[in-house]
């Protein structure tokens, strides 16, 4: 059953503190990104990765880091220099293409900042 | 300024009456325009990719149609479950992706 994962569900972070939200994707797609969702606005892009140890920044990568190890798997960590982190966050991947990407999306990670 | 605009921003219907939900852009370049539908708390969920002007897709319910400037998602006949925000989102190059910020639909028995 394929698909992609995000974890953890809900996850709490302290003022000055890392966190790594969790996106695996088992659809053998090569494009993968993360995005941002906050109330009334629409879904903004932080970063992206065509292909595995390749990725670019999005409009809102400040604050913002990721890696691309394995195919499958696409973390991204938020860090203390991200002032605003509290925000609904949404990985999504695309299957192989040259012209339109329609991107696929996991279920989510709500992070609240305490 | 907007790249991608959603009215309206809520529409509450009854069940069995039809009606469009609109999504206008002003990029220029595009290679597709993307509907999405997302429930309270989940992610998007795909519903029709659109390449060209006078292209049309449908699905149960659900017809998308593309012109130049704009895309309509015609609801006939809606039911309870079709409740849910949906999404329109636009990619005008490689990875340049823009989205509205979405036509939350409330469908009442």
């Known amino acids: 059953d394929g698909g992609i994962t995000q974890s953890p569900k809900y996850l709490f972070r302290k003022e000055g503190q890392n966190v790594t939200l969790s996106c695996e994707q088992n659809l053998n797609h090569d494009a993968m990104y993360w995005y941002r969702q906050d109330p009334g606005q629409g879904l903004r892009l932080i970063y992206y990765?065509?292909?595995?140890?390749?990725?670019q920044k999005g409009d809102i990568a400040e604050g913002y880091s990721v890696s691309r190890e394995k195919k499958e798997s696409f973390p991204l960590t938020v860090t203390s220099a991200q002032k605003n982190p509290t925000a609904f966050y949404l990985c999504?991947?695309?299957?192989?293409?040259?012209?339109?990407?329609?991107?696929?999306f996991g279920p989510g990670t709500r992070l609240t900042v305490l | 300024e907007d790249q991608v605009t959603q009215s309206p921003e809520a529409l509450r219907l009854q069940e069995g009456e039809s009606s469009s939900l609109n999504c206008s852009y002003t990029v220029s370049g595009l290679r597709g325009l993307f509907w999405y539908r997302q429930d309270p708390g989940k992610g998007p969920e795909f519903l029709f990719t659109l390449y060209s002007a006078g292209e049309e897709k449908e699905k149960e319910r659900l017809k998308a149609t593309l012109t130049k400037k704009e895309s309509f998602l015609h609801i006939t006949a809606p039911k309870p479950e079709d409740s849910a925000t949906y999404l329109c989102?636009?990619?005008?190059?490689?990875?340049?992706?823009?989205f509205g910020s979405g036509t939350k639909l409330n469908v009442k028995p």
């Open positions: 999504a991947s695309s299957p192989p293409g040259t012209y339109a990407l329609t991107q696929y």
């Open positions: 990765s065509q292909i595995v140890n390749d990725f």
């Open positions: 989102a636009v990619q005008y190059n490689f990875n340049k992706f823009y």
